[in-house]
């Protein structure tokens, strides 16, 4: 298969969001943690009463203010958060990041008037809104392209995966087209799309994450393709019914390196080392197109609830380790990518397969 030329984005080997930031806004930028208040469908009973299998009480915004303060007492506590990572010089401002839960989970005119407090604050220049592609009606993606006309609004859909099997036993509780019809509308009213995608889900096979990944870098709608990916490694918390699932099966091994193929009680557990996550990374991003920005390789979790990897809990040897890896490949996101889609149908994917277009390779594959 044939390689795109060595690239760097800054100095780093992929298209991380502080260099998109960086060039956008020309400056360092950094994300506040904000709420809406908003539920979820698969917590009030709609779909489920308990949520996703791995998500923790918090709904993924552990780290934000309570709900219940106003927004710009959210803003000012986030900012205070932050404080001592802050640039002496060369801040360009913030982005209000509504993470926990689904923030379009709402009354359209509520969620209309806490976007708008977020964005009223001079030095915030955007806002990213969490949320579930089957929570999108129409009326909430025209306000949401109309707050866009305002400053930048990006939507970040929790996919997690392409593959129905796992998003059963997830729990996700939608299917692969109402992604898709997300993602178009969205991209028809002129926002960006990010899209979630967690590494390491029990019974996933490293080519089944491929599928995934593939899949996103080759999504096009009218209005281009998806602007950016998040590659979250599984967190497994306590609290959750993963966690508890995972303490059953590991008992006193658990949070230790058990290697990809940990099988127990019909589970199969993908238990990665810190050098094999960081391996199976790296193999997604050479896939990836180059213009596509990258969120996230890793992730936080509070570390009071964590159970595994408890590596995960040390982000600088995450990060260096990410680094001499990089280097010792010698390798770059998109070096493996060829851009092949002409006429609607994909001649080479990334697995060097032959077949039709991205989208009917991937309901192919799950």
């Given at each position: 298969?044939?390689?795109?030329?060595?690239?760097?984005?800054?100095?780093?080997?992929?298209?991380?969001?502080?260099?998109?930031?960086?060039?956008?806004?020309?400056?360092?930028?950094?994300?506040?943690?904000?709420q809406t208040g908003c539920t979820c469908p698969n917590r009030d009973g709609t779909l489920g009463e308990r949520g996703c299998i791995f998500c923790s009480a918090g709904g993924s915004g552990d780290f934000a203010a309570p709900a219940r303060l106003p927004v710009q007492e959210q803003i000012r506590r986030a900012k205070a958060l932050v404080e001592g990572k802050l640039p002496k010089q060369g801040?360009?401002?913030?982005?209000?990041?509504?993470?926990?839960?689904?923030?379009?989970?709402?009354?359209?005119?509520?969620?209309?008037?806490?976007?708008?407090?977020?964005?009223?604050?001079?030095?915030?220049?955007?806002?990213?809104?969490?949320?579930?592609?089957?929570?999108?009606?129409?009326?909430?993606?025209?306000?949401?392209?109309?707050?866009?006309?305002?400053?930048?609004?990006?939507?970040?859909?929790?996919?997690?995966?392409?593959?129905?099997?796992?998003?059963?036993?997830?729990?996700?509780?939608?299917?692969?087209?109402?992604?898709?019809?997300?993602?178009?509308?969205?991209?028809?009213?002129?926002?960006?799309?990010?899209?979630?995608?967690?590494?390491?889900?029990?019974?996933?096979?490293?080519?089944?994450?491929?599928?995934?990944?593939?899949?996103?870098?080759?999504?096009?709608?009218?209005?281009?393709?998806?602007?950016?990916?998040?590659?979250?490694?599984?967190?497994?918390?306590?609290?959750?019914?993963?966690?508890?699932?995972?303490?059953?099966?590991?008992?006193?091994?658990?949070?230790?390196?058990?290697?990809?193929?940990?099988?127990?009680?019909?589970?199969?557990?993908?238990?990665?080392?810190?050098?094999?996550?960081?391996?199976?990374?790296?193999?997604?991003?050479?896939?990836?197109?180059?213009?596509?920005?990258?969120?996230?390789?890793?992730?936080?979790?509070?570390?009071?609830?964590?159970?595994?990897?408890?590596?995960?809990?040390?982000?600088?040897?995450?990060?260096?380790?990410?680094?001499?890896?990089?280097?010792?490949?010698?390798?770059?996101?998109?070096?493996?990518?060829?851009?092949?889609?002409?006429?609607?149908?994909?001649?080479?994917?990334?697995?060097?397969?032959?077949?039709?277009?991205?989208?009917?390779?991937?309901?192919?594959?799950?």
């Amino acid at each position: 298969m044939m390689q795109s030329e060595k690239r760097l984005w800054g100095e780093k080997p992929f298209h991380s969001l502080d260099y998109q930031w960086k060039e956008q806004y020309g400056g360092k930028v950094y994300r506040l943690s904000l709420q809406t208040g908003c539920t979820c469908p698969n917590r009030d009973g709609t779909l489920g009463e308990r949520g996703c299998i791995f998500c923790s009480a918090g709904g993924s915004g552990d780290f934000a203010a309570p709900a219940r303060l106003p927004v710009q007492e959210q803003i000012r506590r986030a900012k205070a958060l932050v404080e001592g990572k802050l640039p002496k010089q060369g801040l360009a401002g913030y982005i209000g990041y509504f993470q926990s839960f689904t923030n379009t989970y709402g009354p359209v005119p509520r969620l209309r008037e806490i976007f708008s407090e977020a964005m009223a604050e001079e030095d915030i220049l955007g806002i990213s809104i969490g949320t579930r592609p089957d929570c999108l009606p129409e009326e909430m993606v025209e306000m949401l392209g109309e707050l866009n006309r305002r400053k930048p609004v990006t939507v970040e859909l929790g996919l997690q995966t392409i593959h129905e099997k796992s998003a059963e036993f997830i729990r996700r509780g939608y299917g692969l087209p109402v992604f898709e019809d997300a993602v178009k509308r969205l991209k028809q009213a002129g926002l960006e799309v990010v899209v979630h995608v967690i590494l390491g889900l029990p019974g996933e096979t490293e080519e089944m994450m491929k599928e995934t990944v593939s899949w996103i870098g080759d999504f096009r709608t009218p209005k281009g393709g998806i602007d950016g990916i998040k590659l979250q490694l599984l967190h497994i918390l306590r609290g959750t019914d993963l966690g508890d699932l995972y303490l059953e099966d590991h008992g006193e091994n658990a949070g230790k390196d058990r290697g990809r193929s940990g099988i127990s009680r019909g589970i199969c557990w993908n238990d990665y080392s810190l050098e094999e996550y960081v391996d199976l990374v790296i193999d997604l991003l050479e896939i990836l197109p180059p213009e596509m920005t990258v969120h996230r390789i890793t992730g936080d979790a509070p570390r009071k609830l964590l159970i595994a990897p408890l590596w995960s809990g040390d982000k600088k040897r995450v990060l260096n380790t990410f680094t001499r890896r990089f280097s010792e490949r010698d390798t770059w996101q998109g070096k493996l990518y060829h851009s092949s889609i002409i006429g609607g149908k994909v001649y080479e994917n990334r697995t060097g397969k032959m077949g039709p277009g991205a989208q009917g390779r991937a309901l192919q594959n799950v």
